[in-house]
């Protein structure tokens, strides 16, 4: 219980530990700790800056990476997107003249945003962490308050290290039991979001609790995390506990020492108080949980891999009713089909999802001494260079190269086709990313969100695919 | 910003739900370093064919669209990515006020900053706006941001929500970066109290 006596939660208490300013008729003065940048959503706001004359406040605090354009071939292989192109130097210029460390292109650190993040220790359970990018609400499994914001928001932050927020309201999301062999975390938050819509979380943030989210590792906590914003929920956080001491220490950024004992001690007041209260609550029964599919354009449309796909007919609004029609044509399903033994032609594991190495290991002993099906076209992007060479080390790219599939450097990539990678008019992709709406992956293309599990068993037959159906 | 205290516009709807920013605006669109242009790309894959030519039918490719100033949409506009291109995008295209059932948190956020008036209705409203722009399509409504209301043209007025703090800097055209270095020295008063949460970040930068 918190020292004046009044339970609060996790979010309660690191927004009460970084509101600056709390006047009547305005939103909080929040103080940002850590604030991470991309060349995507960044140069307009270094712009502002040049126009008005302001340096960046705490450029210790600001720490820059490029992910999004970034191609995923062969560092040998010129860039030859000159918009890309001139991303990157734009961002290699702001750093430069900000004082800004960047972790650029052909850094050993380089990486998505929110997979370095983690892995460098500068995520740390109590921080405000925000970037120009909605997945920001990934570091939230850290204990963190974490999440997106827009170019505007990104130029108070560099200016002033602060932001203007009205205080979210809280939603508990109470995952008890454990979950069955075959289902991982991407289904429990899968199943999450085709249960609360992806509006569901609009004007909360999340805390994921329960004995099945205790149990899982820190790199399944943030593929949780990660997808809040699909559920509306700028933010989604687990409070910190053994596992995440465990994952930070010894991280380049995590304290030392002395230090490291008093932030863990500090760490440690964090978690829900015993009687705090949520504004709303939703209990999801893991022991009931299956593997999770899409089966339409945004990622609310989602279903148990054994169920047929849904009838616009029973829906209740008009306008429901012609949403769902709207994506089923687009997708070019029925009603009611089942869309196991579907042929898909893609399969892509990567994203700021599932792209870390217990993702690749997981996939790597499933496709082990087996092939990629002929009409499949797999391709495995690791989250950063760092997991990259791990994954090498530990000789996990010969799995997919063995198999047929297609070992790439480290970026976004398919999950937001920026860089060329992409599904061509028409395609279907099995995609352990975090978004299915239309043209995401490429103009035209159509995306079945699935954990790397089902992604690999799928890649594997060459149709959708009940990983359980393969499992010992 | 530009200051918004009153408009008197004509409307146009894209009925759909859920409209995700990847819908407003491409990602393809996002390799770019200035904020010009956007409006060219709003909507591109419903509002162009693979050849680069408009689709006729599409409600932005009409005259109806380019005279309209209010965008009246389904409910959750917005939602996905944190790109402020998204707003940005709808502003290049000439409207100044999106009128939904509900927003997504960021994008509304983002509208806010730029001036981009987000305006929450009940289903009711939201009904009767629809149906107002496929019967008589010409009909302009009034929104008066000061007083926080639609005045539809059988007269009635429907009040919206909107933070006083948003509403006053858009009233005035004011940037919110003003309210924040106002209070510079309570963040360095912040960052002196809280030495233990402030400076956890070990090691040298890189």
Redesign the interface.
Known sequence: MSQNGHPKTLFEKIWDNHVVVDEEDSPSVLYIDLHLVHEVTSPQAFTGLREKGLKVRRPDKTIATMDHGIPTTSPEIPISDVLVLKQISQLEKNCNDFGIPLHGLYSPNRGIVHVIGPELGLTQPGMTIVCGDSHTSTHGAFGALAFGIGTSEIEHVLATQCLLQVKPKTYAVKVEGQLPKGVSSKDIILNLISRIGIGGGTGHVFEYMGEAIRSLSMEERMTICNMSIEGGARAGMVGPDDTTFEYIAGRPHAPQGEAWEAAVEEWRTLPTDEGATFDKEIVIDANKLEPMITYGTNPGMGMLITQPVPDPMQFGTVSERQTLEKALNYMDLQPGQSLLGKPVDVVFLGSCTNSRLSDLRLAASLLKGKKVADNIQMMVVPGSQQVKQQAEAEGIDKIFKEAGADWREAGCSMCIAMNGDQLEPGQYAVSTSNRNFEGRQGKGGRTFLASPLTAVATAITGQITDVRTMLD | MEQFTTLTAKMVSI????I?T??II???F??????NGLGENLFF?WRYH?DGSHKEDFILNTEQGRQAKILVA???FG??????HA?WAIMGYGFQAVIST?F???FR??SL??GLLPVIVDEETHYQLMSLIEEEPDTEIIIDLADQTLQLPDGRKVKFPI???SKNCILNGVD??G???Q??S??EA??AV?P???N????S??
């Open positions: 009925p759909t739900e859920n995700d990847d819908q491409p990602a393809r996002l390799k770019v370093t200035d904020k894959d693979a389904g409910d959750n939602c996905g990515s944190s790109r402020e707003p509900s997504a948190d960021i956020n983002n900053k730029l933070d006083n703090f919110q970066l309210y924040l270095h209070h510079a309570k963040v912040h960052e809280n233990h949460r402030v956890t970040l070990a090691g930068s890189t």
